[in-house]
């Protein structure tokens, strides 16, 4: 069993960063891919960036070049750096756990999922 908690949303102006946090407790973090997913109003929940338990990671063409993912396993945390924001990457953020080698996309094969957390981007 493995639970998660996001931190680091808030209202930040088109062009500024924020820094997701997503700390987990329970067993063998480290063994986990980890993803984060956002969901927009009347939207479906989609992928936005995975890292491995390797370390090896995987964004959507939404976010490359912009977000960066990263894990620190010692604190059982997992990151998302958001720079350049959008209005559109207004959404409900998840951070999401999966019993995988390699990072997956798809909702449907994560285990455990956070609460999220509201970032909202304003013009």
């Known amino acids: 069993q493995v639970q998660l908690e996001e931190s680091g949303g808030g209202l930040v102006q088109a062009g500024g960063s924020l820094r997701l946090s997503c700390s987990a407790s329970?067993?063998?973090?480290?063994?986990?891919?980890m993803g984060w997913f956002r969901q927009a109003p009347g939207k479906e929940r989609e992928f936005v960036a995975g890292?491995?338990?390797?370390?090896?990671?995987s964004y959507a063409d939404s976010g490359k070049g912009r977000f960066t993912i990263s894990r620190d396993n010692a604190k059982n945390t997992v990151y998302l750096q958001m720079n350049s924001l959008k209005p559109e990457d207004t959404a409900v953020y998840y951070c999401?756990?999966?019993?995988?080698?390699?990072?997956?996309?798809?909702?449907?094969?994560?285990?455990?999922w956070g609460q999220g957390t509201q970032v909202t981007v304003s013009s």
């Open positions: 999401a756990a999966a019993r995988t080698a390699v990072v997956v996309t798809a909702p449907a094969l994560y285990n455990y």
């Open positions: 329970g067993r063998a973090f480290s063994s986990y891919a």
């Open positions: 890292i491995s338990w390797s370390e090896r990671t």
